[in-house]
């Protein structure tokens, strides 16, 4: 059984919370997604963030997250009066131009230097690698494992959210859990 940290986002999740065990891959999977998604909703970007009241907010993936291309289900989709565009980055430099990046696993390397360029203001980063918050990432996935579950947790680096200038709501902020230390 997959759980969410998040009561907010439950309705996406009451089917999968029913899920068989073989399928807790997946519905992890899907739980992160949803995360990332929730900080999508739950982030306010200032208006000078975006180039006109009706642009869209762009989720770019740099490299390749565990949750494969689930998030691309949700392009087009509307949030806070914009339109969502869900955008595979192949260069930093592309992922730059995103108000949400995410950093999948396989940018474990290059994180140090990633994180560095995307340090900007509106440019809120997520990831799921070990030392994400500690490299100066503003939000890290992480999972709870149990013998008859996952738990999908995230932590907030307070401090770099605020100095990207942006905003997450208190009710979302308040489910951050730092992750044990190994």
Known sequence: MVLCALGILAWPL??????????????????KAAIVLAFAKYTQWPATAFASTN???IIGVLGKPSFGNILDRYNQQKVKGHTL???QCNSVEEAAACHLVFVGAS?????NRILER???????????TEKFIESGGMAKLWSKES????????????????????DIATQF???SEPEPTK
């Open 14 to 31: 009451v089917a999968l919370s029913q899920a068989p065990v073989k399928s807790q891959v997946k519905n992890e999977q899907q739980a």
């Open 55 to 57: 642009a869209p907010l």
């Open 85 to 87: 565009s869900i955008k």
């Open 107 to 111: 940018e474990k390397a290059n994180l």
């Open 118 to 128: 995307l340090k900007q203001p509106h440019t809120l980063t997520v990831g799921e």
């Open 147 to 166: 013998p008859d579950s996952v738990q999908v947790k995230f932590q907030i680096n307070k401090q770099a959210v605020g100095e990207a200038k942006l």
């Open 173 to 175: 902020e308040l489910l």
